[in-house]
């Protein structure tokens, strides 16, 4: 590296400093910033929770310039930013960000500035960036190409974060420190309790994934369960277990999209766990209608998914950063508007629960849990994977932390004459049994 070279970086660097302290000076917590030239920079006083290493200047302009967190994780995804120390903490910048409020004359000086810094040029790769942003080319396919693109990363690698049972929505918790097999174990029984089931009836699970839900009910319930799934990878895995757990006569599974459900009357019960936010907004009236459609008069169904905390699934920071790199055409929705297409859609609604903090719970444990394998993931699906998912699944713990996304069970009965067949409260749901 020759002299030139040199005062050109000691330059941006000085201007990085001065940057930095005017975007973060209202920045309330404490940590250290490391430039491309090793120098270092720490904001507010005391230990710095984490340091934020930035190895471009480019990455600094890009930031200054549109101030999108989204720009940040991706040039953590592609390792031009990395995070040592407290995760958690340094995920929470994007809300600072977000909310910062700087004069017209402040803006303005920043964006001097930052102009002044170099651009990271499209030939300058990282060793990330081979595997980079074939993510955007699924956006807009169809519902089994965008589900693969989810679903179908690895079984193996999600086995690594997992439950025992391979269960992947919000589990149920006791209490915050429970384990998260228990918990899973308890929200499988606790869906099966709620649905009623009884030996002999018929349930269909939209959205099976790898067949937990099925093979519980069918082993501690007695039914006739049917799982249909969209993942290739789902299919195969849950169609083992059911041998694997001798179910063959109790449990079938099908690669189907709900959509292609014959409109008759066939289901006792109906259970939808962590499916429904990928069906769309437009496509709600007639999800919920296909639903009415197979379940039998006075039947049961439960609908479990997350819903956003205003309507039309705005195109925010989330909303983006989900759709390009982890649900491409997921799409959200308030909890009143979906009551609203359920009961349009000939459903009385019999129970309404709200699960926030246990989804907050789980992703806790997911996040630990792919850390502690993080070595085993990278080898499994690349460093990029690994951390497009460690910093998704982080993000959106803060989410239900904060009341941005929220969770909710929607029991609901297909309606006829006289009152629903249930009992006139809620007790039995919390009744212990000896099998779970």
Not at 226 to 248: C, P, W
Not at 329 to 338: C, Y
């Amino acid at each position: 590296m020759n002299a030139n070279s040199d005062s050109k970086i000691e330059k941006s660097s000085d201007l990085a400093h001065r940057i930095l302290h005017r975007l973060f000076g209202e920045y309330k917590g404490v940590f250290a910033i490391r430039l491309w030239n090793d120098s270092v920079l720490q904001i507010g006083d005391g230990s710095p929770m984490f340091t934020l290493s930035i190895k471009h200047p480019g990455i600094l302009r890009q930031l200054v310039l549109f101030r999108d967190p989204v720009h940040l994780a991706e040039a953590y995804f592609d390792g031009d930013v990395e995070v040592t120390g407290d995760f958690n903490s340094a995920m929470e910048l994007r809300y600072y960000l977000e909310n910062l409020m700087l004069p017209f004359q402040g803006k303005l000086l920043l964006a001097l500035h930052a102009m002044k810094l170099g651009n990271k040029k499209d030939d300058e790769v990282t060793v990330l960036q081979p595997a980079i942003r074939n993510t955007a080319q699924v956006i807009g396919k169809n519902d089994r190409e965008s589900i693969a693109f989810h679903y179908d990363v690895s079984n193996e690698f999600y086995k690594l974060w997992l439950d025992e049972h391979m269960v992947y929505s919000c589990a149920y918790f006791e209490y915050p420190e429970q384990g998260l097999d228990l918990a899973q174990r308890n929200k499988l029984d606790y869906i099966c309790r709620k649905l009623r089931l009884q030996s002999g009836e018929h349930l269909l699970d939209i959205g099976c994934g790898w067949g937990a839900l099925v093979c519980w009910a069918a082993k501690h319930y007695g039914v006739h369960a049917h799982g249909i799934t969209l993942s290739r990878n789902q299919y195969e895995y849950a169609r083992e277990e059911v041998k694997k757990q001798r179910l063959d006569k109790l449990v079938t599974i099908e690669m189907r999209n709900y959509r292609d459900l014959p409109l008759i009357a066939t289901y006792d019960k109906v259970s939808s766990i962590g499916m429904f936010e990928h069906v769309g907004l437009k496509n709600l009236p007639s999800y919920f209608s296909t639903v009415h459609e197979v379940l039998k008069p006075g039947g049961l169904f439960l609908n479990h998914g997350i819903t956003s905390d205003e309507p039309g699934w705005s195109r925010g920071t989330s909303t983006r950063f989900i759709n390009r790199h982890v649900f491409p055409d997921g799409e959200l929705d308030t909890i009143s508007n979906i009551q609203s297409h359920m009961e349009r859609a000939s459903f009385e609604i019999l129970d309404l629960e709200g699960l926030r903090p246990h989804y907050a719970f789980t992703l806790r444990h997911w996040v630990n849990r792919l850390e502690e394998k993080s070595e085993e993931a990278i080898r499994l699906v690349g460093e990029r994977t690994y951390r497009v998912w460690r910093l998704y699944m982080t993000g959106c713990a803060l989410q239900f932390e904060r009341g941005a996304t929220g969770i909710y069970q929607i029991l609901a009965e297909s309606k006829q004459d006289g009152f629903p067949n249930l009992p006139l409260t809620r007790r039995d749901l919390y009744e212990t049994r000896s099998n779970t």
